[in-house]
C-alpha cells in the first residue's frame, strides 16, 4: 500500500515534519491534503517552502487526493498524508482510502478549541470525528515528535 504515515497537524508541512517525521516514516512523496490551501497559490508556495530534498510533494484538495491514491497512483511510493483535521480524514475513509493508524500532531489553539493536551485542541466536531475514526477501526496514536512516548488518543479522550 502507498501510505506509509498520516498525520494531523494543524500546521501541515513544516520544519518538525519535514525534517523529522519524513525521514522517520521514511517517505517518498508529501501529500498535503487540504481543500483550501489546494486552492490558494500563495499558501501552496508557502509549503513548498518547507519540501525537503528528494521528497516528492503533492497539495492536493479531498476530492483529488481520494481519487489519486484510489487510482493506484502513488502505489509504487511511500505517501506521507497530512492534514489539519480529522474530519478530512473521514471524508477519504468514507469514499474507501483505507486508514490504519493515524498520528495526532499539534492541533492548534483557537476561541472555540478545548485542550486535550498542551499541543491538541479540539473542537466538539473534531471529538465527534475521532470517535467515528476509531468505530470505523483506524488506531489513533498521539506523538509530537518521534522521541516522545507513544500515546493512545482514545484514552486520552475518555478523559476530556
Avoid: C
Wanted: proline share 6%; hydrophobic share 45%.
Amino acid at each position: 500500500m502507498a501510505i506509509t504515515a498520516v498525520r494531523i497537524d494543524g500546521r501541515l508541512l513544516h520544519g518538525q515534519v519535514a525534517n523529522m517525521w519524513t525521514n522517520v516514516v521514511g517517505a517518498t512523496r508529501i501529500m498535503v491534503i487540504d481543500d483550501e490551501v489546494a486552492a490558494s497559490p500563495v499558501a501552496k508556495a508557502g509549503i513548498k517552502l518547507a519540501k525537503p530534498a528528494g521528497v516528492n510533494l503533492s497539495i492536493l484538495n479531498e476530492e483529488r487526493a481520494a481519487g489519486n491514491i484510489l487510482a493506484g497512483r502513488y502505489d509504487s511510493q511511500k505517501v506521507f498524508i497530512l492534514v489539519k483535521r480529522p474530519a478530512v480524514l473521514l471524508h477519504l475513509l468514507k469514499k474507501g482510502v483505507p486508514l490504519k493508524v493515524v498520528n495526532v500532531g499539534n492541533m492548534s489553539q483557537s476561541d472555540a478549541t478545548k485542550p486535550l493536551t498542551p499541543s491538541i485542541n479540539l473542537v466538539p466536531q473534531d471529538v465527534a470525528d475521532f470517535q467515528e475514526l476509531h468505530k470505523s477501526g483506524v488506531k489513533l496514536t498521539v506523538q509530537m515528535v518521534p522521541s516522545d512516548p507513544l500515546l493512545d488518543l482514545t484514552d486520552l479522550l475518555k478523559k476530556f
